[in-house]
């Protein structure tokens, strides 16, 4: 007799199940899953919670952006190593509620995210709690020595991002202050932000031309994320205020959002931060593949991170991103 877990695991599996990978030995359905690492591959993991409160809420996010997303943002970690994604493990806990059409719409956008990032379900487990919590494991590879790391940077080594930076915050505040659960279609900022893009060509890319020095992806915004990457190669840096790739806010000059601000400090963009050698950023596109590359300063000897305006007066640059505690 199947219990009530079973007939949910049985649900999840058919909306995403194995698909019989020749790499993939033994998916879901068993105590473990079986993994046959690839030859001259090394193997990248990474996990990430998605909880109800904190990362998404219930009455805005509709199920299937939940569902997209938990699997985007870990994914989004494979591509700042330069890899490529190959399964992801689920773990998922909700209230007995949510088991019938909610469950459905996430499976939905879950699905979805896993055929577009060619990144299968392995296996997992679920239970039931008061709140909708989430945690994805994903699992790629990359090339044997070749995986970019947050602690490859070096003074002089010029310091770029991927896209505009603070449209996914733009699109929070504004689903935030919406009257009822807004679509991801209804413009770029709530799209970017209810189904974000991890940059997967773009990573491998870098990684394959060996362009990028250190690199991460923007998480949890640029002033929190830039400093990590600095502390992790011993370095500071350098920001043009004017060099950042801003979202373009509606009504200008009469908009109650700082686009500034927003690109500082805002997070959930998912875009790459990277830095490159001198003799080789100018190998380094001002797009690729239709999205913008900005350099929006340098790498210094002295480990601090210092912001500079429009007319050269320096301030040190403050994290004061997204921090959970």
């Given amino acids: 007799m199947k219990t009530g877990e079973d007939r949910l695991v049985r649900k999840i599996t058919q909306a995403l199940g194995f698909k019989g990978h020749a790499d993939l030995a033994l998916g879901a359905g068993d105590d473990a899953a079986l993994l046959q690492s690839r030859p001259g591959r090394q193997l990248v993991l990474t996990c990430d919670w998605f909880l109800e409160g904190s990362h998404f809420l219930r009455d805005k996010h509709p199920p299937d952006s939940i569902g997209w997303k938990c699997l985007a943002r870990a994914v989004s970690d494979v591509a700042a190593m330069g890899g490529e994604p190959r399964y992801f493990l689920l773990s998922l806990a909700l209230p007995e509620t949510h088991t019938g059409k909610w469950l459905d719409g996430f499976l939905r956008g879950l699905a979805r995210a896993e055929r577009h990032l060619q990144c299968q379900l392995a296996g997992g487990d679920t239970t039931r709690n008061r709140k909708i919590l989430i945690s994805v494991t994903a699992i790629g590879d990359v090339p044997t020595g070749g995986a970019v790391l947050r602690s490859g940077g070096e003074p002089g080594d010029l310091i770029f991002v991927s896209g505009r930076l603070g449209e996914a915050e733009l699109g929070l505040r504004t689903l935030r202050h919406g009257r009822a659960v807004v679509r991801g279609n209804s413009n770029r900022w709530i799209k970017k932000h209810l189904y974000p893009e991890p940059r997967l060509a773009l990573g491998r890319w870098l990684a394959e031309k060996r362009l990028a020095t250190a690199m991460m992806d923007l998480s949890d915004g640029l002033s929190t994320d830039l400093t990590r990457l600095c ?24 908009s109650k959002f700082d686009a500034t601000e927003l690109a500082l400090h805002g997070g959930d963009d998912y875009e790459l931060l990277f830095t490159a050698h001198p003799r080789k950023a100018g190998q380094v596109p ?13 790498v210094t000897r002295k480990p601090v991170v210092v912001l500079v305006g429009a007319e050269g007066r320096e301030q040190k640059f403050v994290p004061r991103g997204w921090d959970p505690f």
């Fill in 231 to 254: 502390a992790a190669s011993g370095v500071g840096a350098r920001i043009a205020i004017d060099k950042i790739p801003k979202a373009q806010l509606p009504n200008k000059g009469r």
């Fill in 286 to 298: 001002s797009a690729f593949q239709g999205l913008p590359l900005s350099c929006i300063g340098e």
